[in-house]
Each structure stands twice: as C-alpha cells, then as structure tokens.
C-alpha cells in the first residue's frame, strides 16, 4: 500500500508540474513581444540623434505588464550598401517592424524586397521615398514632415525680420538684400524644396534679393563652417543674409564669423531649420535670429504608435493618415519671442 500511495503521489506531483508549466507558457504567451529595428543614415546628424532619443522615450512610457519593445539601432554612416546590409541583420535577429531612415532616399529597393520578403513592415521616416517607391507594397509607410511647409516658414521669418530691421540688415543701403544658401546633400529632395521655398517666400513678400553664393554642406555644422569661410573670403562684408538648410549648418556658419573674429555690426541674419537643442539656444541668444521647427517629439509618438501597431496587428484604426499610409507633422516657427516654449522639451 505504501509504494501506491507513493505512484500516486508522484502521479498527482507530476500532473500538478505540468499544469503549472501549462499555465506559464500561457501567461508568457499572453506578452506581446515587439522588436523593433532601426537603420538610420548617419549618427552625425543632431536631428536625428534628437529624434531617436524621442523614440526610445516613447518605447519605454509604451511599455506595460503585457507589452515589451526592444529597439535595436543601426548607424550607415552614409552608406546606403551598408545600410541594406544592416537591414538583412535586423531582419535575421528577429525585428517584427523596421523603421528606416533612408541614406539615399531613391534606392531603398533592396530593403523593400527584403521586408516584403519576410512580411516585415517597414516604417521610413525623416526621409521620404518617392512616390513610386512607396508603392511597391502595402507594407510601406511613412512619417515626417512637409519640407515645402519649413521653407515657407523660413522665408516668412527672414522677410519679417527684413522688414522689421531693414536698415541693419541692408548694410549698404541698395535696396536689396545679399544672400548666400547652404543646403543639405546634392539633390536631396528636402534641400532643394527648402531653399526654393524660402527664396520665393522672401520674393512674394515683396523682399528685393540677390543671390551671391550657395554652398553645399551636407547637413554638417563643420563643412557649413568650412563653406562659409570660403564664401566670406569672396565677399567680405558683402553677406547681409544666410538661409540654411538646417540648424547645423547655420551655426556653423556663425562659428566661421566667429573664427574670423568679425564684428557685430558687420554680421548677416543666420535662419535654419529644425530647432534642435543647439539651434534653439542660439535663438534664444539672438545669435541665430530664428528657426522652424521640426517636431521630433510628435514624428516619435507617430512612430512609435504606429510600429507597435503594425507588430501587433491592431490599433491602425486609430492612426490618421493622409493617402492610406503617410503621417505628416506640422512644423512651427521659432522666434525670441517664443524659444522658451520649446527649449527642453523631449527631456
């Protein structure tokens, strides 16, 4: 009798164990799991540092008891080859959703054949594919902001400032003002319409202008310095107006009239675009005289939101797109008057 009741002990033990084991393999299932991968083009960039430190935060306040999210990154470091490869490794190390912000924004064929190879959606961002591209599969989607909308801004600041302080700014009293341009990468989409914009909008408001120099400093605080050494070699005092692409690049150019140990008054009016930390010191300053800026904040929360929902296979119904799969966030201008509104915020 005692060695039954010994089996049948060890028999109730046993099934106890195994249900026990059911029941956390259930309760583990019950964990959403969300490994997201990122590839963006360079860590050099102070917008995009900003902007994935925006992500991570938005990660972390989404995490509860039932959903975990792991974000992995990879830096290209302007290698478009490398960054197709770094995209099969995310891939390979189980990423469920890809967030890609493209170096070279008209070749992402690769990482396109390769997400819709795995059904692995791809979120690009910051960077927009061209329209076609983004065809290619209804696996694609985009957040960002309309580059159109930053140039505008930016020449309604530089016209408003003109107007407002046109003998300082017209230092030689002609009756036009000289402007020099240093824009982003060669043909990217994002430099060329923020620079047509911004010049048109200075011309339809009525602001005489003539075009000196443009240099291209590929989004760097430290080639924009070297380009703008150049260009005040050139033209000496004649600058009045310096519209760049983006934040970086204009404070580089105030570091060359620093550099060149350049008097106040002989200074031009610097405008960029972005208001990162530095650019929005700056303003805040009355170094740069304005900025526009870009909403790293919202573009995380919309990328987030949408990541874990393209993971998870619900809550897409709560996402407002335009054409059924872009996020489009609204830029802002960015003045003296207004700086301390958004100094700090993303902290």
Known sequence: MDVKKFLAAGIVFAI????????????????????????????????????????????????????????????????????????????????????????????????????????????????????????QWDGLYYVGADARQSGVMQGELAADAVRADNNRIDRNNDGKVQYVVLEGEPGHQDAIIRTENAVDTLKNRGIALEKLSCGIANWSRAQAQNRMMQMIGQYQNQIELVLANNDDMALGAMDAYKKLNVTESALPVFFGIDGTQAGLHAVADEELAATVYNDKEGQAAAIAKLAVALALGEGMDGIAFEKGRYVYLEYAKVTSGNVRGFLGRGD
């Open 16 to 135: 106890s164990f195994l249900a026990i084991c059911g029941c956390g393999t259930k309760q583990a299932a019950a964990v959403d799991m969300v490994q997201v991968g990122v590839a963006y083009y360079d860590q050099s960039d102070t917008f995009l540092t900003e902007l994935l430190g925006c992500l991570r935060a938005q990660f972390e306040t989404m995490e509860s008891g039932r959903l975990h999210i792991t974000m992995s990154i990879r830096d290209a470091a302007g290698s478009q080859r490398r960054q197709d490869d770094q995209v099969k490794e995310l891939i390979d190390s189980g990423c469920n959703v890809l967030c890609i912000n493209l170096v070279d924004r008209a070749n992402p064929a690769e990482i396109i054949d390769l997400a819709r190879e795995h059904a692995i959606p791809v979120i690009f961002f910051n960077r927009e594919p061209v329209a076609e591209d983004m065809m």
